[in-house]
């Protein structure tokens, strides 16, 4: 069963720094985009960040890309994404993803969907 899970959520503090993590299961990332979004209190989901499988970085948005990085690490079918300067508004639902295996688009970005984790709560505190 392929399978994404998303980890490293919790309780953080206000102006730091945090990492999620994204680890695949059944298959390897190595041949796939993986596309970062989040999901806040009353707003839909939204794109934060892609990264190809060569390593070119997409913006899903100019509004929430400027304290996240991407980056992947391939030999440990792993994703990450660093939130920078954490807010409240942070708060949400993080949730990592990529293209349907069948598609021809997988490794490109942006991911819109397709094999999606379960994701992981981050809760910023003022």
């Known amino acids: 069963q392929l399978q994404l899970v998303e980890s490293g959520g919790g309780l953080v503090q206000s102006g730091g720094s945090h990492r999620l993590s994204c680890t695949a299961s059944g298959f390897t990332l190595d041949n796939y985009a993986v596309g970062w979004f989040r999901q806040v209190s009353g707003k839909e989901r939204e794109g934060i960040l892609c990264?190809?499988?060569?390593?070119?970085?997409?913006p899903y948005s100019v509004s929430v890309k400027d304290r996240f990085t991407i980056s992947r690490d391939d030999a440990k079918i792993t994703a990450y994404l660093q939130i920078d300067n954490l807010k409240p508004e942070d708060t949400g639902t993080y949730y990592c993803?990529?293209?349907?295996?069948?598609?021809?688009?997988?490794?490109?970005?942006?991911?819109?969907?397709?094999?999606w984790g379960q994701g992981t709560q981050v809760t910023v505190s003022s």
């Open positions: 993803a990529v293209s349907d295996p069948n598609s021809g688009y997988r490794l490109n970005c942006p991911v819109l969907g397709g094999i």
């Open positions: 990264i190809s499988a060569s390593g070119v970085i997409h």
